[in-house]
């Protein structure tokens, strides 16, 4: 059984940081991408990040470039956001997702994950 846990999640003010932990279990960790997107409230659901596989490329959304960095320990079998310079508008519940599969173009479509975790929430106060 697939099982995806996000911790890390918190209150923090503007310019603060927060590092995501996203513990997975089930799956085959150097197999699967993983990937973070958030959720604002009445907003819909947008991909953040995607760790790769392997030697693939990361992708980011524009908005977070330079801010946010995505890792993965497989020996842990977890996946981190570290998440720095952080603004108001970062503010949403952050999920983590993955798929038997390397990011790709398509890494930013909800549809094309298959397993999701429950969501830690992320409050940037300004």
């Known amino acids: 059984q697939v099982q995806l846990t996000e911790s890390g999640g918190g209150l923090v003010q503007s310019g603060g940081s927060l590092r995501l932990s996203c513990e997975i279990s089930?799956?085959?960790?150097?197999?699967?991408?993983v990937a973070w997107f958030r959720q604002a409230p009445g907003q819909d659901r947008e991909a953040v990040s995607c760790?790769?596989?392997?030697?693939?490329?990361?992708r980011y959304r524009d908005s977070v470039k330079g801010r946010f960095t995505i890792s993965r320990d497989n020996s842990k079998r977890t996946v981190y956001l570290q998440m720095n310079s952080l603004k108001p508008e970062d503010t949403a519940v952050y999920y983590c997702?993955?798929?038997?599969?390397?990011?790709?173009?398509?890494?930013?479509?909800?549809?094309?994950?298959?397993?999701w975790g429950q969501g830690t929430q992320v409050t940037v106060s300004s």
């Open positions: 997702a993955t798929r038997r599969n390397s990011c790709g173009s398509n890494w930013y479509l909800r549809r094309v994950y298959d397993y």
């Open positions: 089930g799956i085959t960790m150097d197999a699967n991408s």
């Open positions: 760790s790769p596989r392997t030697i693939e490329l990361i």
